[in-house]
């Protein structure tokens, strides 16, 4: 069996500063991806779409390892894009009218066929995702492009300084 640590071939894209932000060319990855909007540190549906997240990641992670590829991998942490149609709810902590989508990258070697069967397996496991999982496929969504990264430390409101920088 062979062992992945995608986290450390990616250190320049999932260890950057807690200090500043940086601008980051982003090759093609595949995620698994959920959109919502609300305070993501009192909204039910935040935290229903992040255990529906990791459901589906850890599911695959397991059926992948005991699988006929036979690789094991760590699961990649939770990512998220956050934006609201009117950009002041940021400065003025309107965390209610935030918008996120969010995210956990899936290796390469995660085929779409296996993504389409993911969802019966994780709600037999994890009735509470059924909502999330049962509105269609999740499938992995592919995404790339320039990004600004700085790593997240601690509650959202932290996110507000990196925020405002982004819209200067």
């Not at 601008?23 to 255990?51: C, H, K, R, W």
Request: hydrophobic share 40%.
């Amino acid at each position: 069996m062979s062992k992945v640590d995608l986290k450390r071939e990616l250190k320049h894209l999932y260890q950057p500063s807690a200090k500043e932000v940086v601008q980051v060319d982003v090759p093609a990855f595949q995620f698994l991806m959920i959109d919502g909007e609300g305070d993501p540190n009192t909204s039910q549906a935040y935290a229903e779409a992040v255990e529906a997240l990791f459901s589906v990641a850890y599911t695959t992670k397991f059926m992948v390892k005991k699988g006929a590829q036979g690789i094991d991998y760590a699961v990649m942490p939770l990512e998220g894009l956050w934006w609201s149609d009117d950009m002041s709810v940021f400065t003025s902590n309107d965390r209610s009218r935030w918008k996120w989508t969010m995210m956990i990258m899936q290796p390469h070697f995660v085929s779409e066929r296996r993504a389409s069967r993911r969802p019966g397996e994780v709600e037999n496991h994890h009735p509470s995702t059924h909502g999330w999982i049962a509105g269609g496929p999740f499938e992995p969504t592919p995404l790339r492009g320039t990004a600004c990264l700085r790593r997240h430390v601690a509650e959202a409101h932290v996110l507000l300084p990196t925020l405002a920088f982004e819209r200067e």
